[in-house]
């Protein structure tokens, strides 16, 4: 994609929810002998389908020589976002838009084995033979006037969106007085009859066993730092994977190498933090699976770390123009950005880290006193978001170095004074530009 890639993806993400609203409004008219709109919002889109066809646009364009690897990878992803929306559909709205729960070969019926591999035939398609003509018929298109329609469309679906957000949560709002004024009536009866149970056991209790009458102050609730697995929880964890995970790298580049080379993502510590993000986002999307069997967690680990270390090194590659690992030399790989036994490696760490190691680590964290970890934590957000920032401005303005663009303000010259391409060798040896 070319210059007008942010209005090429705005066209494929509108073409693809009207499709989907399309496919999925016939589908339930079919069913239910009658039109459903069945999309969130009021218009005629189902953004989840825009969403997918973005990612595998962004994520799977290359594989378009590979349609065996296009197809999982687009059931994998397609998998992972409708499973994902599901989830926060109804943790926020407490609702379920689709439950697939009574078909065989389901996950928390969100996703099924029919879905998995429609949405794989799709983003094949939508990859080899649709984006083409998509892309192909907004050239066509006279560019001003299809540039203000999109961003016209935007911004109606942006109010659309805000409108419905508001309508969901008036609705669940007025569900829950309603539901408040119903258990209140029932508590007033429940109360009266369980005040006269009460005052007949007690005087039956007194009267048999005289010690019973003796009161015991229940043990309050200690609150805990950081219990389940809420934000402060995720913040400890992105933090300590980050930091775990360069150590691990770089000792593993030591012992395979034979030599030390530094694996960090940021240029303040050694962190990297596609190890932080896939140990906070794992954590948080395999909870409430953590006692489920290991083959099962094994299963999911290999195919969402795989996803993940390709997505990352796709949007890597996209945004700063450089390849941070490479693959190539080792057998079963996919375009050098992952491989077979890479993926089983994060399949035995989905294992590993939810059976053994954060039942310890999230005990440890849990001990830290209340005050001291809520100020720990927001001093460690506020470093990494610095950190972050700084490295990819820094990133950023390595590549504009590379294509002889000039600092022209006091940012610029401030990174290529600290930040020079001798400093990030050091700190990224092993990123290799793409441009």
Not at 157 to 183: F, H, K, P, Y
Not at 274 to 297: C, E, I, K, P, Q
Request: aromatic letters at 16%; a positive charge; hydrophobic letters at 50%.
């Amino acid at each position: 994609m070319d210059f007008n890639m942010g209005y090429q993806l705005l066209w494929l993400f509108f073409i693809y929810s009207l499709l989907g609203w399309v496919g999925e409004s016939i589908y339930a008219a079919v069913r239910q002998k009658q039109f459903v709109n069945r999309g969130l919002l009021n218009g005629p889109l189902c953004c989840i389908y825009g969403v997918a066809a973005l990612v595998f646009s962004l994520g799977l364009q290359e594989l378009d020589t590979a349609p065996v690897f296009l197809f999982l990878g687009s059931a994998i992803l397609g998998g992972f976002i409708e499973w994902l929306t599901g989830r926060l559909l109804e943790r926020f709205f407490h609702r379920r838009w689709w439950d697939y729960s009574r078909r065989r070969f389901n996950l928390d019926g969100y996703v099924s084995l029919e879905s998995f591999l429609l949405w794989g035939v799709g983003g094949t398609l939508g990859i080899l033979f649709v984006n083409p003509l998509l892309l192909k018929g907004f050239a066509m298109l006279p560019q001003r006037v299809v540039r203000i329609t999109l961003l016209v469309v935007l911004g109606l679906s942006i109010v659309d969106a805000v409108g419905t957000v508001c309508a969901l949560l008036g609705m669940e709002r007025r569900e829950r007085q309603l539901q408040q004024e119903i258990n209140a009536r029932l508590q007033e009866s429940s109360n009266r009859l369980n005040a006269w149970i009460v005052r007949r056991v007690s005087r039956r209790m007194k009267a048999a066993h005289p010690s019973a009458a003796k009161r015991f102050r229940r043990p309050s609730d200690e609150t805990v730092f950081a219990s389940g697995c809420g934000f402060y929880k995720v913040v400890w964890l992105f933090v300590l994977g980050s930091l775990l995970g360069d150590i691990v790298e770089t000792i593993f580049c030591r012992f395979s190498m034979g030599y030390w080379m530094s694996r960090s993502s940021l240029v303040w510590g050694p962190f990297s933090i596609v190890w932080g993000f896939a140990l906070a986002v794992g954590t948080v999307m395999l909870y409430n699976y953590r006692d489920r069997s290991d083959s099962f967690l094994f299963l999911f680990g290999t195919f969402l770390g795989g996803a993940y270390e390709y997505l990352c090194s796709v949007l890597s590659e996209l945004v700063f123009g450089k390849v941070f690992w490479d693959y190539s030399e080792i057998p079963f790989n996919l375009g050098g950005r992952i491989n077979l036994l890479y993926c089983f490696f994060w399949g035995i760490a989905a294992v590993l880290w939810l059976k053994y190691v954060y039942p310890v680590a999230a005990k440890w964290i849990e001990r830290i006193p209340i005050r001291v970890g809520t100020v720990i934590t927001w001093v460690m957000v506020v470093f990494m978001v610095c950190n972050m920032a700084v490295s990819f401005l820094a990133l950023v303005r390595s590549a504009q170095r590379e294509e002889g663009v000039e600092a022209t303000n006091i940012v610029d010259q401030l990174l290529d004074q600290y930040y020079s391409d001798e400093v990030l060798d050091v700190i990224y040896p092993a990123a290799q530009s793409t441009r």
